[in-house]
């Protein structure tokens, strides 16, 4: 097996680790904190994915910038929609 195949193999064990990790978490945790490490979890798979089989920790500083655009939005959007989630949740 060449070191490349290892590697890949490596992060596949990693990502079905994480996934275990997940279904284990919605079974055993509370609901609120299950969410919290299920969500956090998919963010970690998100960046082994990007990292490695997208190929991008090859890739230079502003392929990186161009991603944090898209994520900023996100960001600022969930700022601003924040007070009508609350306002949504403290209705009921």
């Known amino acids: 097996m060449s070191a490349q195949s290892r590697h890949y193999l490596i992060i596949w064990f990693w990502l079905v ?25 998919a963010g970690a798979k998100a960046f082994l994915v990007a ?22 939005f996100v960001f600022v959007l969930l700022i601003a929609l924040f007070p009508d989630f609350v306002y949504h949740l403290t209705r009921r």
Do not use: C, N
């Not at 990292?51 to 161009?66: F, G, S």
């Open 17 to 41: 680790g994480l996934v275990v990790l997940s279904v284990a978490a919605a079974w055993i945790l509370p609901k609120s904190q299950a969410w919290v490490l299920i969500f956090t979890v």
């Open 51 to 72: 990292r490695h089989y997208m190929h991008l920790k090859d890739e230079t500083w502003l392929i990186y910038a161009i991603a944090l655009v898209p994520l900023a």
